[in-house]
């Protein structure tokens, strides 16, 4: 006996619970796609920060090394004055 094409093998849902089922759908939708902004973002954020690493640090290599001075010792002499 052939198989009757209009029906589906899928239960029927009530009319709260495909309601419900809908928002859950939207709900994780948008869930979705703010987490994939917020990725998205992250990264944009990563690689602008390497960047601005990689700029110090070249900036910092370019640069002479400054001169230290060797700190100026008081005599004890006057101190004991």
Known sequence: M???PNI???PM???AESKSSMTTKV???II???AA???AKTERLRQARIA???ADREAAASQPEPVKKTPVRKSRAKAAK
Do not use: F
């Open 13 to 15: 849902l009530s009319k």
């Open 27 to 29: 709900a994780r939708s």
């Open 8 to 10: 589906s093998l899928k």
């Open 32 to 34: 979705d796609s703010e």
């Open 52 to 54: 601005q690493e990689a």
């Open 2 to 4: 052939p198989g009757n």
């Open 37 to 39: 902004q917020r990725r």
